[in-house]
């Protein structure tokens, strides 16, 4: 989240006119605050070289409508220090501005956690959520309910099997068995 603005006013003497802070420094990432005076204009936003190791603005061109305002954001992702040159442009290069841009390291805080001799002590477990010892065990034990569907599908395809009478559906019943056998052992044995 930023926690600086690098505030630039457009339109505000003129058509099309610049208005930004010959320098700026910042510990992190920010945004560029435009705010448009005047009718809608195309703002373009580059980082040099310099300010673009350690730091990327989200689009270069950015269209603002009239009396309005916009936030860029500029992330900051690298570390160390770095000072660059920031270009504002606005209408397509109509007037065009530079701001030194100065990222330092951001100061060390010291994080403090205070415990208490109350997390020494066991916590109490909480109740079951209820439910019956049918449910608790197959949690418990997923090989189990790899079985009980292995025995739905046996009993599905061998009632289709007995019903239908054709060699396909008796194959197809076949083929049940083998994967029910195969995913039994692989269940149980954890191969």
């Given amino acids: 989240m930023p926690g600086d603005t690098l505030p630039v006013h457009v339109n505000r003497d003129s058509l099309h006119a610049l208005e930004v802070p010959d320098a700026f420094e910042t510990d992190g990432s920010f945004d560029v605050g435009v705010v448009n005076h005047g009718g809608s204009v195309h703002v373009h936003i ?3 070289d310099d300010l673009s190791e350690i730091a990327t603005v989200e689009a270069g ?3 603002v409508d009239s009396e309005s305002q916009r936030a860029v954001h500029v992330s900051v992702d690298g570390a160390g220090e770095a ?3 920031l270009k504002i442009a606005s209408a397509y290069g109509a007037e ?4 030194t841009v100065r990222i330092t390291e951001p100061e060390e805080t ?3 956690v205070e415990v208490d001799e109350s997390l020494s ?3 109490p477990r909480q109740p079951d959520s ?3 010892g049918a449910t608790a065990a197959l949690a418990a034990s997923p090989q189990l309910v790899v079985v009980a569907l292995g025995v739905v599908a046996l009993g599905v395809a061998t009632a289709l099997a007995l019903l239908v009478d054709e060699v396909v559906v008796v194959a197809g019943a076949l083929a049940v068995l083998v994967g ?3 995913a039994a052992y692989i269940a149980f044995t954890g191969a």
């Fill in 110 to 112: 010291e994080r403090t």
């Fill in 121 to 123: 002590q066991p916590q």
């Fill in 83 to 85: 000072t660059g040159t």
């Fill in 180 to 182: 029910v056998v195969v």
């Fill in 96 to 99: 065009t501005r530079y701001v």
């Fill in 130 to 132: 209820g439910g019956d």
């Fill in 61 to 63: 061109n950015h269209f």
């Fill in 46 to 48: 580059h980082l040099d």
